[in-house]
């Protein structure tokens, strides 16, 4: 069973930066896909970017230009690098990790880590 801890959110102003990141320990981690979740208030959780092994990328209509995702496959890190906040980025965001090149809807998943809290203001 894979460990997840998220890293990083704050508090921040629209138009500022952050970069989120996550370790996952445990398991078998060879080969997998790593990505990011989030859940704003009242709101479903949600996609929000992948990458897998070969760096292969996929990312959600509403964060593209905005988010980038990279990976650390010596520390099974995985980043978030997110520019040009908007308040409606203000979301709990949770990684994410399984066998595999793409990730799922967030309904798959049964386990989950903490998540770090992201707050954009306006």
């Known amino acids: 069973q894979v460990q997840l801890v998220e890293s990083g959110g704050g508090l921040v102003q629209a138009g500022g930066s952050l970069r989120l990141s996550c370790v996952a320990s445990?398991?078998?981690?060879?080969?997998?896909?790593m990505g990011w979740y989030r859940q704003a208030p009242g709101k479903r959780r949600a996609f929000v970017a992948y990458?897998?092994?070969?760096?292969?990328?996929n990312y959600a209509d509403s964060v593209k230009g905005r988010f980038t995702i990279s990976r650390d496959n010596a520390k099974n890190t995985v980043y978030l690098q997110m520019s040009s906040l908007k308040p409606e980025d203000t979301a709990v965001y949770y990684c994410?990790?399984?066998?595999?090149?793409?990730?799922?809807?967030?309904?798959?998943?049964?386990?989950w880590g903490q998540g770090t809290q992201v707050t954009v203001s306006s």
């Open positions: 445990g398991g078998d981690l060879s080969g997998d896909v």
């Open positions: 994410q990790t399984k066998r595999g090149t793409i990730l799922p809807d967030a309904s798959w998943f049964d386990s």
């Open positions: 990458i897998n092994s070969a760096g292969r990328t």
